[in-house]
């Protein structure tokens, strides 16, 4: 990691009552990176966050930033404070104008008025709220609050930026037109940014680095697509958004290609040198190629015999539920289920290409995907 850290947590851990929320091994952030939290809802992610931003003490653990050990002393912990800014979900403005609301934090430092002023235009204006300036800030929509509040914390030349799930009030237009806007200032600011989400899109599109957090603990950290491409264990596959996880089992391996067994079906997939015994396939729907009973499949691939459980529109491409011994769900375009006249009961073949399977060790008993009524 070239660049200096802001952030080093080692063996960080919160506790509410009896529960821990957050037990963290080591999570580091550089200078000029983005890390976002992954994790579904209740996976302790904002927990985490408010233990970085020192608004909440661990239970044990160390916490270092700009590479000085936290104590604890309230005196340290304003100081650090000063370096960071905080955007939440709810955008927590106070009574008064919009200019006065992302002036507070500035006039709080005792700068100029000359450069509060000069500071909060660039702000209003780089968010496109500038019109607002004037206008009393709790009568504002949820998406021009949320730009207020962020326009607040850049303006302080925050060097750590932590944000809680910020788009989560906002409709699903609203969401991408301000997610699409924070790229921009996050890439050319290069503000060090802690991003709260449970959102693999807006991780995709904001983030360098993801930790993937379940049940306090990260289970997978690392760059956004190869979290994506790679997920460490079958609850991250499915996180992530892999629909088929199929159990095989290793029967002969060479090197970092492995020989499986599934399904009555011998094959070979790669990146698989720390595999033995029991394994879990992770296959994704986009994947799983649909041809006619009896068609011919591409040479190399893995096919099965199938039948159609159910179609479901799934936004464009349509969600295929299939019985191959076994559940399996494919995406098809509607031409596809034209072409091949699927419907309900309709006999096909799947296939899919090993060299795309990503396989991690077999831990526990593997749900079917429910089909979708």
């Known amino acids: 990691m070239s660049q200096p850290l802001v952030i080093e947590a080692r063996r960080l851990e919160a506790r509410y009552g009896s529960r821990t929320v957050v037990s963290v091994d080591r999570l580091l952030l550089a200078s000029g990176q983005t890390l976002a939290l992954l994790g579904p809802n209740g996976a302790g992610k904002s927990s985490l966050l408010r233990l970085l931003a020192l608004l909440e003490?661990?239970?044990?653990?160390?916490?270092?930033?700009?590479?000085?050990?936290?104590?604890?002393?309230?005196?340290?912990?304003?100081?650090?404070?000063r370096r960071m800014a905080t955007v939440f979900q709810a955008p927590l403005l106070t009574s008064g104008s919009v200019f006065d609301n992302v002036a507070r934090g500035l006039r709080f430092r005792g700068l100029e008025p000359t450069v509060v002023w000069d500071r909060v235009?660039?702000?209003?204006?780089?968010?496109?709220?500038?019109?607002?300036?004037?206008?009393?800030?709790?009568?504002?929509?949820?998406?021009?609050?949320?730009?207020?509040?962020?326009?607040?914390?850049?303006?302080?030349?925050?060097?750590?930026?932590?944000?809680?799930?910020?788009?989560?009030?906002?409709?699903?237009?609203?969401?991408?037109?301000?997610?699409?806007?924070?790229?921009?200032?996050?890439?050319?600011?290069?503000?060090?940014?802690?991003?709260?989400?449970?959102?693999?899109?807006?991780?995709?599109?904001?983030?360098?680095?993801?930790?993937?957090?379940?049940?306090?603990?990260?289970?997978?950290?690392?760059?956004?697509?190869?979290?994506?491409?790679?997920?460490?264990?079958?609850?991250?596959?499915?996180?992530?958004?892999?629909?088929?996880?199929?159990?095989?089992?290793?029967?002969?391996?060479?090197?970092?290609?492995?020989?499986?067994?599934?399904?009555?079906?011998?094959?070979?997939?790669?990146?698989?040198?720390?595999?033995?015994?029991?394994?879990?396939?992770?296959?994704?729907?986009e994947d799983v190629h649909l041809t006619a009973e009896g068609g011919a499949v591409e040479d190399g691939r893995v096919s099965l015999d199938a039948r159609v459980q159910r179609i479901v529109p799934f936004g464009v491409p349509y969600r295929v539920y299939l019985d191959a011994g076994f559940p399996l769900v494919a995406l098809a375009a509607e031409r596809t289920l034209r072409r091949l006249d699927l419907r309900e009961g309709s006999a096909l073949v799947a296939s899919f290409d090993p060299s795309r399977v990503h396989a991690v060790p077999r831990r526990a008993t593997l749900p079917s995907p429910p089909v979708e009524g």
């Open 121 to 285: 235009d660039q702000w209003l204006r780089r968010f496109g709220i500038a019109h607002l300036a004037g206008q009393e800030a709790r009568t504002l929509s949820g998406g021009e609050a949320q730009r207020v509040s962020l326009a607040r914390a850049f303006a302080v030349e925050p060097e750590i930026l932590f944000l809680d799930e910020p788009f989560a009030s906002l409709d699903q237009h609203g969401r991408e037109a301000l997610a699409l806007e924070l790229e921009e200032v996050l890439r050319r600011s290069r503000i060090a940014t802690v991003l709260v989400t449970h959102d693999r899109s807006e991780a995709l599109m904001l983030a360098d680095e993801v930790a993937l957090l379940m049940d306090g603990a990260v289970r997978q950290i690392g760059s956004v697509r190869d979290v994506l491409a790679h997920p460490a264990d079958a609850d991250v596959a499915r996180f992530v958004g892999v629909e088929n996880l199929l159990p095989a089992r290793v029967v002969q391996r060479q090197g970092e290609v492995a020989e499986v067994s599934m399904a009555g079906r011998t094959f070979r997939i790669p990146r698989a040198q720390e595999l033995e015994g029991d394994i879990t396939l992770c296959v994704r729907a």
């Open 57 to 81: 003490r661990p239970r044990r653990g160390e916490l270092s930033l700009f590479g000085e050990a936290v104590t604890g002393q309230e005196r340290q912990g304003l100081r650090l404070r």
